[in-house]
């Protein structure tokens, strides 16, 4: 060892800088008076072993000689100090971290991580204590991940650590400059998440972060919310409960995912985390289980293993409010059923519904029986759903019923025309949207009640005039509601089949019905169907079966489908390019087989089976 300095007040005075750790101040005191080791600076603290110089966890009277020496107050020294806390539950395994009390694993101490970016900034070449908390394997100031090796080849990747004192910002091994090292940079938005969880760890700015937090967590300057943010981190990535001990070792991006993870539990907490053992056990392969390794289970046990009587106490409310044994038991039963009575009232296998659960298509509540995690439906949903099942009706089945497209039985929905059943369990179990038989039994109702007598050789079908409507959906939604509105006189003959082949309209009005837009609300309730049946696409292209067919034979059956779909985008793109003979005779008030012969005779370009070339045709009829 190296001769040491008397023990004066060094000139000029020696200023600590904010959010510096302990290491990186004695450090560079060391490097500025020309101290070779730290050890040659920490041994008036009382060390004596040139490999473990840090003095970080030294008693408060060692620390004071050892703050008079650099001439810094005892207290600004002590503030970054690292002490074992031998009176925390699980004695020395807890040192103090910026005010806080952690697990002695989550603190480094004898490797020195760095941010190269962040030791570039002007007046930036400081060891930051956060730096130091395997939490955060990232610099917040920059985004860049921490390095604890030297770049240099000579170096062959050895780490650095604080016995020799080169600098800051500079390896302690070959005096390289480790500003000039490469380190990749966590995406902005990650960082910008893990900011709340640094000014947690910071004493100047820990009253921003517990403000965050629900006021339950906000209580004990902190210590709370750290020790619940240290015991969830294994929970929402039980992948990391095996190597908690050495995250400085695990992928750093996977260590942050976590970190930010378990803050978003708690800004939510207690809600946010049942959440997560409803999904967690919806995904789960096996029959029992929590579905995340044991870990939601093993965090659940009161009194909790941190030792921690505020955080056990936190568990164990949590745990009572799912727990069937426990005073909310009773609530619980009563709102609650299993899978396999819900199956029963609803009509469906335990493993279909199971399905529908997994797919979000029934709420959960989680429940504790007899140290098992277990998932409950709401009794007071499945019964709304078996009743509204026992009087639903599809919209394939409104379509066949109407005579018109699924679109246009999505218009009627998104008009107030009929009713949704907005439950996402019916369209995930019927895979198509339903609506009520009541409803649809008023629409019709209210359509043959707002009728007129009108001479049928006056009359057109509103099916046939629909037939101008070309390149686009027919607008049924508009149309039925401009004859309610009584905008339109129709009349209906006897109800026979599909109920628009029997709705008839003045010939003079076939061109008011045409040229009628539908819009769609914004936002709009039904998601727009990306297929559509042969028969939609006859409706749209103005064809007939047979045209269809061969049209669209090169398309496969959907593996599992019975019947054939089609892209709606591709048979839009179809109408946008093409018109039939039909749309043709329709718009221009002729026969089909005369408006087929003059489209052939005008020598427009034929599209095959799909019609016409609409732009020359629409320019060639004035149309």
């Known amino acids: 060892m190296s001769g040491l300095l008397p023990a004066t007040q060094v000139s000029p005075p020696f200023l600590l800088r904010d959010g510096e750790s302990f290491n990186g101040g004695v450090a560079r005191f ?88 962040a030791l570039q900034r002007p007046d930036g070449a400081y060891h930051r204590a956060l730096w ?19 770049q240099n080849p000579i170096c062959e990747g050895g780490r650095v650590g604080w016995i020799i004192t080169s600098g800051i910002a500079h390896c302690e091994h070959c005096m390289a400059d480790l500003r000039r090292s490469q380190s ?40 709370l919310a750290a020790d619940l943010l240290v015991a969830l981190v294994p929970v929402v990535d039980p992948g990391l409960s095996r190597d908690i001990q050495r995250l400085h070792l695990m992928d750093p991006e996977r260590v942050c995912m976590a970190t930010t993870q378990a803050w978003r539990l708690m800004e939510g907490w207690p809600q946010r985390f049942i959440d997560l053992i409803c999904c967690r056990m919806e995904a789960r392969s096996k029959r029992h289980g929590d579905g995340n390794g044991g870990r939601t289970t093993y965090f659940l046990r009161v009194p909790n293993a941190s030792g921690s009587a505020a955080l056990s106490a936190l568990i164990a409310d949590v745990r009572s409010s799912l727990d069937l044994a426990g005073p909310s038991g009773a609530v619980i039963e009563a709102r609650t059923i299993g899978i396999k009575e819900a199956a029963r009232l609803l009509g469906l296998g335990t493993q279909q519904l199971a399905e529908l659960r997994r797919g979000k298509g029934f709420a959960t509540i989680p429940a504790l029986r007899a140290e098992r995690c277990e998932l409950l439906f709401d009794r007071a949903e499945v019964d709304r759903i078996r009743q509204e099942v026992s009087g639903r009706k599809g919209f394939d089945s409104v379509s066949s019923d109407l005579g018109i497209s699924h679109d246009g039985v999505s218009q009627l929905a998104e008009m107030g025309l009929l009713d949704v059943l907005e439950h996402p369990s019916h369209f995930m179990r019927y895979n198509v949207h339903q609506t009520t038989q009541a409803s649809f039994a008023r629409l019709t109702a209210d359509v043959l009640a707002n009728r007129s007598s009108i001479p049928k050789d006056e009359c057109i079908r509103v099916a046939q005039a629909m037939k101008a409507v070309g390149g686009r959906f027919k607008p049924w939604g508009p149309a039925l509601q401009a004859f309610l509105n009584g ?24 061109r008011r019905v045409a040229s009628l837009v539908y819009s769609a609300p914004k936002p709009q309730r039904l998601a727009p169907a990306t297929m559509m049946s042969k028969a939609d696409a006859m409706e749209v292209l103005n064809i007939a079966s047979k045209q269809v067919t061969e049209l669209f034979a090169d398309v496969p059956t959907m593996k599992g489908g019975r019947k054939k779909t089609l892209a709606v985008v591709d048979v839009l793109a179809m109408a946008r390019r093409s018109i039939s003979s039909a749309e043709l005779a329709a718009r221009r008030g002729v026969a089909t087989q005369i408006a087929y012969a003059d489209a052939v005779r005008s020598g427009i370009e034929r599209h095959g089976l799909a019609g016409f070339c609409r732009v020359a045709a629409e320019a060639e009829f004035g149309l």
């Not at 207290?75 to 699980?90: D, I, N, W």
């Not at 130091?132 to 030297?150: F, S």
């Not at 109800?495 to 010939?507: A, E, T």
């Open 487 to 510: 905008d339109i006189a129709y009349a209906v003959d006897d109800v026979r089949g599909q109920f628009v082949d029997h709705i008839r309209i003045r010939v003079k009005d076939a």
């Open 132 to 150: 130091d908390l395997r939490l955060l394997p990232v610099c917040t100031e920059t985004g860049q991940m921490l390095l604890d090796r030297c």
């Open 184 to 223: 990749t940079t966590v995406a902005p938005e990650l960082l910008a998440a893990l900011q709340p969880v640094a000014d947690l760890f910071k004493e100047d700015r820990r009253s921003a972060a517990l403000e965050r937090l629900p006021g339950r967590l906000s209580i004990d300057d902190g210590q």
């Open 30 to 117: 060391a490097s500025d008076n020309w101290h070779e080791r730290m050890i040659e600076v920490t041994s008036v603290a009382g060390l004596e072993f040139g490999h473990r110089p840090s003095a970080s966890a030294v008693e408060p009277e060692r620390l004071i000689s050892l703050a008079n020496f650099m001439g810094v107050e005892a207290a600004e020294l002590s503030s970054r100090s690292r002490p074992y806390l031998v009176e925390k539950a699980g004695g020395g395994g807890h040192r103090l971290f910026n005010g806080l009390a952690l697990p002695t694993f989550l603190i480094e101490s004898g490797i020195r991580r760095y941010a190269p970016a």
